[in-house]
């Protein structure tokens, strides 16, 4: 039973992440896994309950990936977020888990807009306590890392929309000027980045 579940939960994820809520129907979800679409309602109570625990499993898959990535090593702060934001990049790319946490929100009634952001918020306030956590270990001030976090943040989320737009644009090209801004401000504070 409990395998079953998982299946129906991974599937679910990778059709909700391709297709969106609208564009799934419960069919589509059971007819491939060799169950009968009533069958789900022993799993599930509804179709938003299902999406809902897609989320809060995406959310945790997602934190545990960033809890590893963080800890590694790294020359000084920008190789940090650079190697931080490749990561998210080639996870966004290749893992369902991480779009259906950025893209989910496009494809929602609006009674159900609310209740996912309560899901999809851990995920995005664990990732800017951390980066704002790497900063202030790195002698930032904490208005400061407050707000290169947002920037960070903002960068993370424009790279996943344009994918999600299936715009390939050059990764290094806006990290370089999202970096400059980022040093321009340092060197303005009199800040060191080779942390």
């Given amino acids: 039973m409990k395998m079953m579940k998982i299946k129906i939960l991974e599937y679910s994820t990778y059709l909700f992440a391709q297709q969106g809520y609208y564009s799934v129907s419960l069919s589509e979800i059971t007819n491939p896994i060799g169950i009968k679409k009533p069958s789900i309602y022993h799993y599930f109570q509804s179709k938003e309950d299902l999406l809902l625990q897609?989320?809060?499993?995406a959310v945790e898959k997602e934190i545990s990936f960033l809890q590893k990535e963080i800890k590694r090593e790294h020359m000084n702060i920008e190789n940090c977020f650079k190697s931080l934001?490749?990561?998210?990049?080639?996870?966004?790319l290749k893992y369902d888990t991480l779009k259906l946490i950025f893209t989910i929100l496009i494809d929602l009634p609006s009674h159900?807009?609310?209740r996912m952001r309560q899901h999809t918020q851990p995920y995005f306030t664990f990732l800017e306590r951390t980066i704002q956590q790497k900063l202030e270990e790195n002698g930032w001030c904490i208005p400061l890392s407050g707000v290169v976090t947002s920037a960070l943040i903002t960068f993370l989320n424009g790279i996943c929309t344009n994918l999600l737009a299936k715009e390939e644009k050059s990764f290094n090209l806006r990290w370089h000027i999202f970096w400059s801004g980022v040093s321009k401000l340092s060197s303005n504070l009199n800040l060191d980045l080779n942390y």
């Fill in 112 to 114: 159900l807009k609310f």
């Fill in 54 to 57: 897609c989320i809060d499993k």
């Fill in 85 to 92: 934001s490749l990561s998210l990049r080639t996870r966004y």
